[in-house]
């Protein structure tokens, strides 16, 4: 529990120099002027401040390549999280598969609009590649599917902004084995649209509502 970037390129200027005199002969190869604004080149999409993605202000996760997640790359996606622990022997295995199995089922044109984002809560124990092996065992190795981990304290602070954990369960803060086990689905706009029930998950009605979603005019 992804990144896809869209990047903005300034403008190349190429000028020819030609030699004003008769006896200096053709000049060497054309010079490239750089942009102008060189701070606007690989600039990241903005994140709306009533955004659910400020959620992950701050806090520097990896996913299972260990690459810095970058939440702006989710700005203009349709994006179901959840989260899970590798360890689990029940809920995260099954929900992993029927979201994978969610994801193969999207029509063409719906794919590239949406990412999913696995987030673990057990981060001492989920390092990148073990997050990556259990995506490749669970058929969740796909495009647009990030599998998240970091520092201890990290996920913490994003597991409290969210109250992942079932707060009833006294004397067992922070367990995975008691985290909610709700998706959550976030429109291109970045508005939390719906909490779905996560044991199990109703692929066919993700598949219909990811599709929707989708598809909707982002105003």
């Not at 939440?71 to 979201?99: D, E, K, Y």
Request: with cysteine; aromatic share 6%.
């Amino acid at each position: 529990m992804i990144m896809k970037h869209t990047w903005s390129w300034g403008a190349l200027a190429l000028c020819i120099g030609v030699s004003a005199s008769a006896s200096a002969g053709s000049r060497g190869p054309s010079s490239v002027v750089p942009p102008a604004n060189p701070a606007a080149v690989n600039v990241a999409p903005e994140i709306p401040s009533d955004s659910f993605l400020t959620n992950f202000a701050g806090l520097e996760l990896v996913d299972q390549q260990g690459v810095p997640f970058q939440a702006a790359g989710l700005v203009n996606h349709v994006v179901l999280f959840n989260f899970i622990f590798t360890n689990c022997g029940s809920v995260c295995p099954m929900q992993t598969r029927t979201l994978a199995q969610v994801l193969e089922g999207l029509p063409a044109d719906v794919r590239g609009q949406v990412r999913f984002v696995s987030v673990s809560i057990d981060p001492e124990s989920d390092t990148p590649a073990k997050l990556q092996r259990f995506s490749k065992t669970m058929g969740a190795d796909l495009d647009g599917w990030s599998f998240l981990t970091g520092d201890t304290l990290q996920v913490e602070a994003l597991t409290q902004r969210l109250h992942i954990f079932d707060e009833s369960e006294t004397g067992q803060a922070n367990k995975p084995e008691i985290h909610r086990t709700s998706l959550w689905l976030v429109d291109k706009r970045g508005r939390m649209l719906q909490r779905y029930r996560g044991d199990p998950p109703d692929k066919e009605r993700l598949i219909r509502e990811l599709a929707q979603v989708s598809r909707m005019t982002v105003r």
